[in-house]
């Protein structure tokens, strides 16, 4: 059962921020299903994926500072030990800031099997038509069934699904009406 992070609209920029997406999108054999988070899980999932990511991240840096350390002492003549000291914890700190963006978006990744189970249904919708990018897509869909009237009150909708071209395509293949929308 395919399952995609989505957004209701459009996103623009060059990068792909789906940390702050409520919207999940699951694919049946012949169904689209629009999954949302509630504010409070929203809450609970960001604090949780970026407390864990810290941590993991921080006992990373750790042990690499340690390793970097012990070579930086045994390596680097005494008169260069105070600049390279310091290049090495400016380049760490960015590491660490790097590692920890990383890490969220990972964990994100993993547990999306896990947000759907405790997200609430909000529409059946129907394929229209799809407009490919690199990694996000838009979708053009018609909710055919709500759930709730007070989160999709639009009949038409427009949503912004990352995913890869591939996984996207094999997924909605059966529910094109032609492959000529690729």
């Known amino acids: 059962m ?4 989505v957004l209701e609209g459009l996103e ?3 990068l792909a921020k789906t940390i702050n997406w409520r919207g999940i999108l699951v694919v049946n054999n ?3 299903i629009l999954r949302m988070l509630t504010p409070r899980q929203q809450n ?13 991240s921080f006992v990373l840096v ?3 500072w340690k390793w970097l ?5 045994q390596g680097v003549p005494e008169r260069f030990l105070l600049a390279a000291s310091i290049i090495v914890i400016v380049a760490e700190f960015a ?3 790097l590692a920890l963006l990383a890490l969220i ?3 994100d990744f993993l547990t999306l099997p896990l947000q759907v189970r405790f997200s609430k249904k909000q529409a059946v919708l129907a394929l229209k038509g799809i407009q490919e990018g690199r990694f996000r897509h838009m979708l053009r869909v018609l909710v055919e069934n709500e759930f709730d009237h007070s989160e999709t009150s639009k009949k038409d909708l427009v949503l912004t699904v990352a995913a890869t071209r591939r996984g996207l395509r094999n997924s909605l293949a059966p529910l094109l009406p032609s492959s000529d929308e690729f």
Not at 69 to 73: A, G, K, M, P, V
């Open 12 to 14: 623009k920029g060059h």
């Open 62 to 64: 750790l042990v690499y």
């Open 44 to 56: 609970i999932r960001d604090s949780s994926v970026s407390t864990s990511a810290f941590a993991i």
């Open 95 to 97: 590491s660490w800031i």
């Open 2 to 5: 395919p399952v995609f992070r």
């Open 69 to 73: 350390f012990s070579f930086l002492i």
């Open 105 to 107: 978006y990972v964990l």
């Open 30 to 32: 012949r169904t689209i």
